[in-house]
């Protein structure tokens, strides 16, 4: 059987490459410092950065390591220190092949200490099956990390201050970055391979896109200084419950740079979908059309949708992701809608009227009474009318 | 393969075509494009029952949801299952391609007659007056196609419609405008292992008592002729004529000889299978410019919705706009129709269309308006692979439509049924699914046929669908176009 240690096998990326791997049926042996996080199936050894191959790592000869372990609480240094005592260990016991998972930031003169450091780690890698992978914005899986911190942003504000919102990133799915990792520990390598997607997306879209996958809803970014987001930073860090942005991640972002990867991609095999696409496979992303599902059907029922119409609505929608937010003042909302929101206002009241509860709410009481209900929603869509006009002038405008 | 009569669709003018030379003793096979699959199954019960029905969405938009988001705009009747099924394919399988023209057209055995309203119209003199023969020569093949099928007189009416027929019993006929309840082919009473129509109303998803006629009802009993083959998932992709004699090419390669072939599979299809035989560069098709249009009958507003009901044709008038032209059209009542169809083109927000749409829908009468063939401005064109449908609609049509529009608008006032302001739509050309007229009797330009629909230049090979009409009055057409294809193989059997 095909053995595989990871280290920091109970993080973020870690955990991942740990079940994708189990799932292709390694032997895994996740290195890291308790058992948390690591998942089950994976043998667990204690270890921490800085010391080297535990000697019950299991059979090391041929084995393939990725290394995923990095130390944001010490001395810079300290992680090139136990990288390079890792790696020795390592060569020693006749590992295979040893993936070192870097960053896009990587460089000799990167604005960030992190890509510094990784840059650093990067070069005492210089033997055959020793290979550095260069990783682009991780997005997917448990809300966490980078991708945590976004998420959460994204979804507190209608209107979010970044910096360099034009600046491009290289997104990928937290599951490419697991099988690229893999298909590296079993191929080797030599040098560096950029695991992102090939073309750039402008982050300020990239955040547009999480806020409307995530949190159905529409995002406008701000660009501001760097040197304002620096102090942000330090501001953020004061506040209780206020997530903390690190100045690490921001000076990281302003730093980054376009990373040609899509002959490395090409050469993994390695697909890497847009982002829109890639979010989808979320839980988040089914929370939220579940959400705007329930919002625009109760909208047009005025009553609550069961389970099955629910269902419907979000197959019906397919592989479309949440396009609205449903928090009332849908009466306004939709003389603003878009073709997009507007064609899923039109599926909400196909699938609504075709639904027992529909029936059921459109039936509802006497002739008259009816009849009166009817009135009284004419008469505030009477009012409504102006709204409506001006909308659709805007629109056309 | 033998001597006989190759027929090439199983629609209403292949079966019907296949009657006469059957009867006559003349073998017949027909070539059915039908790619297999069955349709989607005819609900039972009734529409009221449907309608708080937790599988109604089913029935509604399909298992997959694929009707979900619809092709309502032209007629409700095309976003259903029943037409999806029934319309798929048709277009990739001819190689036709469009430009401004909705083709409709059918690769299932029975073609569009699964989906057609079933509204039976026999064409008077007038109506007849660029076809190359009379109403003496076709009334044999009328009463013959009509026996067959079944055609009745609506006698229920849904109460709007019903409402409007009991006032213009009350009134003399205004300006031209003629009413009477319409004629459809629909059984009143079981026949021919079909039942009588029990009203349930679910008539746009498919009719599960067989009362509204189809073509494919009819296999079983021409199975029973002597003579008859027939073989299903055989599509045609050309025709041509080796040795004097006319032979036809089917999708899998293989080449079907026979003494004549008449060409049945719809009049998009034939136009393209002999346009390619024959090389030519564009061909006239004529269609019916149509409009629609929704009347309001005040009392009903609000009311419940009935429990029977019928939603094909419940009356059909006909009304002169000027310079001696008729149009023509059916009124509908609109208590069988998923609200959806109409409540998107409210000028209001949803929930409250969707409520006025459920106030109106025993209260309204549906109608759509028909101007003749000579309004139309389409063409057949021929290209490297196959067919394109070229279709502009003129500014004449525009405007008959219009003052058809304005004429119905006052007549229906005076019978109690109100126009809905704003509801006044005009279909794309094609989307009235009258597309006829390309390949036309007695017609002596490229592409002309004669009396029996034969084709110049391909010997043998005859034109038995609505390629074949000279003319396109604003009527329904498909009873003519059955009657004409009984006719033509009337001749044929005994030449």
Known sequence: ?397 | MGEGVIIVGSGPAGVSAAWPLLQAGVAVTMLDADPGGALPAAPEGTMAGLRGNASRWQVQFGADLAGVAGRGALSPKLGMPLARAVLAGFEAGNRIGVDGFVSLGSLAAGGLSHIWGGAAAVYDAADLAGFPFGEAVLAPSYAAVMGRIGVSQVSGFSPPVGRVWAAAGRRPATDGFELEPARNAVLRADRDGRGGCVQCNLCLFGCHRGSIYHSDQELPALLAMPGFSYRRGARVVRVGVDAGRPVVALSGGEVVRGQRVLLACGTLATTGLVMRALGLARLRLLSNPVAAMAFVVPGLVGAGLPERGFSLGQLAFRLGIGGGVRAAGMLFAADGLPLSTFAGQMPVSRPVALRLARALAPALVLANCYLPGGFSDNAVVLEADGVRLVGRTTAAARAGLREAAQRLRRALAGLGAFAIPGSLTLAAPGADAHAAGTLPMGGDGPGGTDLTGAVSGLPGVHVVDGAALPALPARHYTLTIMANADRIARLLAVA
């Open chain 1, 1 to 397: 059987m095909r053995h595989l240690i990871v280290t920091g096998g109970g993080g973020y990326i870690g955990g991942r490459v740990v079940r994708r791997a189990l799932a292709q049926g390694w032997a895994v042996t996740a290195l890291s410092r308790s058992r948390r996080g690591v998942p089950v199936g994976a043998r667990h050894v204690v270890w921490g950065l800085g010391e080297g191959l535990p000697a019950d790592v299991g059979d090391a000869q041929g084995a393939a390591v990725i290394h995923l372990a990095h130390d944001w609480g010490v001395r810079a240094e300290a992680n090139a220190a136990g990288t390079q005592a890792l790696l020795a260990g390592c060569r020693a016991a006749g590992v295979g092949r040893f993936v070192f998972v870097s960053s896009q930031s990587a460089r000799a003169d990167a604005a960030n200490i992190y890509g510094r450091v990784k840059w650093g780690i990067e070069q005492i890698l210089d033997r055959d099956g020793e290979v550095s992978a260069r990783v682009g914005l991780v997005y997917g899986g448990p809300v966490q990390a980078m991708f945590g911190l976004l998420c959460k942003l994204t979804g507190m504000t209608p209107v979010l201050p970044m910096i360099d919102p034009w600046r491009k990133v290289q997104p990928i799915h937290i599951d490419e970055v697991a099988e690229g990792l893999l298909r590296l520990a079993e191929r080797g390598g030599r040098g560096w391979v950029g695991l992102a997607a090939a073309e750039g997306v402008a982050f300020g879209t990239f955040l547009k896109v999480l806020a409307r996958e995530f949190h159905g809803r529409g995002l406008m970014v701000l660009p501001v200084p760097v040197r304002f987001a620096l102090l942000a930073c330090d501001v953020s860090a004061r506040i209780p419950f206020f997530p903390t942005v690190d100045r690490e991640r921001v000076l990281g972002l302003a730093g980054t740079r376009a990373m040609a990867c899509g002959a490395h991609l090409a050469a993994l095999g390695l697909e890497v979908a847009p982002i829109e696409v890639g979010l989808r496979r979320e839980v988040g992303s089914r929370r939220a059309i579940l959400a705007e599902g329930r919002g625009l059907l109760r909208y047009v029922l005025g009553a609550a949708p069961g389970v099955d119409l629910l269902r419907r609505y979000v197959r019906a929608v397919g592989g479309g992701g949440a396009v609205a937010r449903p928090w009332g003042a849908l009466r306004v909302m939709e003389a603003f809608a878009g073709p997009v929101l507007a064609g899923r206002l039109d599926l909400a009241l196909a699938l609504a009227e075709a639904s027992p509860e529909g029936e059921r709410a459109l039936m509802a009481g006497s002739r008259f009474g009816r009849l009166a209900r009817l009135s009284l929603g004419l008469v505030v869509d009477g009012v409504m009318l102006p709204v409506r006009v001006a909308a659709a002038w805007w629109r056309r405008g």
